[in-house]
């Protein structure tokens, strides 16, 4: 049978049939010897083949035995095994990320970083900045200039506040009939953000560490979140209604994804990397080179661009930052 992967505990995944059952189940072992180079050679967003759980109400028999072709995913690379890949979702419509200028601080490389591997698999991003209840009038100034900026280069800007509601209803319409996957570093809000648009989701929210101001992890699963319940309650191993396959296929879908410090980006090309910065793609055209890198050529547009302010000095670092990356010793010291 036919399903979706909704939950990836690390051991099992949970697939919703399209008959409207609620399989765990686990993975045949050799998904992981066909050069599948990932940490969860199924994620959260598949489209999966199932195999009938035995007789009796046991599901130890129920069993992923074959992904079906993605449309698109987000990857990124695994931070202690630095030649493995962690993809985050499949088969997605957009991506909100969520961002903080404080408690913690959301660095402007980890937000490129991540806008260039979406770029990579064509998901457009939403950029949600959050805690603006917290902000002093500096931080304020700060935000606003980071919301400049990224509109500016074509990307969707919010500002919200997840905590006292502010902004988060006019998402609303931004989520209908879409899979969006919500991603962002610990402690942003991620949690505080979906237990408000989805009261039935009933998220764990902690609070952050004072000591180090970064996030605590209180989603330890990646799971995919009807926005509203899409059948009556669940029972595991029972059918939902007839129409079950349509209503999965037709709703819309929150991702939560555990929070997450860094963002390594994985199977990247060099030459394929100025295409995934807009604004560096589009005076790339311009450089006297086809081939130029863009960091020490004659004639480069790009260097003339970033000299004059057309380019922000922090989006050609994320940059070059990312050209490092073939240095594995780099990647290890920087992450």
């Known amino acids: 049978m036919k399903g979706l992967v909704i939950k990836n505990t690390g051991s099992w995944y949970t697939v919703l049939t399209d008959d409207g059952q609620l399989l765990d189940c686990k993975v045949k072992g050799n998904f992981r010897i066909k050069g599948i180079r990932s940490t969860n050679p199924v994620a959260v967003g598949d489209r999966v083949i199932v195999s009938a759980p035995s ?67 064509r998901v457009p991003v939403i950029l949600i900045f959050n805690k603006g209840d917290l902000l002093t009038d500096e931080e304020q100034h700060y935000q606003q200039m980071m919301i400049d900026l990224y509109e500016n280069i074509g990307y969707e800007c919010r500002a919200i506040s997840a905590e006292t509601g502010d ?96 963002f390594g980006t994985f199977d990247m090309e060099r030459e394929e990397l100025t295409s995934y910065f807009k604004e560096i793609f589009e005076f790339s055209k311009q450089c006297r080179f086809s081939d130029c890198t863009h960091t020490h050529e004659p004639g480069c547009a790009v260097l003339k661009a970033v000299e004059d302010h057309y380019i922000a000095q922090s989006r050609y670092q994320s940059y070059l930052s990312m050209l490092d990356d073939k240095d594995e010793n780099k990647y290890r010291e920087a992450y």
């Open 167 to 262: 902004g988060v209803e006019a998402l609303r319409p931004l989520l209908e009939g879409k899979i969006t996957l919500l991603s962002g570093n610990s402690g942003v809000g991620k949690s505080t953000l979906i237990n408000k648009l989805v009261p039935h989701a009933a998220q764990r929210v902690a609070d952050i560490s004072e000591a180090h101001q970064t996030g605590m992890h209180t989603t330890t699963f990646s799971e995919m979140i009807p926005l509203t319940p899409l059948f009556p309650p669940f029972k595991e191993g029972q059918g939902g209604s007839p129409h079950s396959s349509f209503l999965i296929s037709h709703s819309s879908f929150l991702i939560d994804t555990p929070g997450i410090k860094g």
């Open 55 to 121: 007789s009796g109400g046991n599901q130890e028999g129920a069993w992923i035995t074959e992904i079906e072709d993605r449309r698109n995913y987000i990857i990124r690379k695994s931070i202690n095994l630095s030649k493995q890949s962690h993809i985050l979702a499949a088969n997605i419509d957009q991506a909100m990320l969520v961002i903080t200028v404080t408690k913690p601080q959301t660095s402007t490389t980890f937000i490129d970083r991540f806008l260039a591997s979406a770029e990579a698999y």
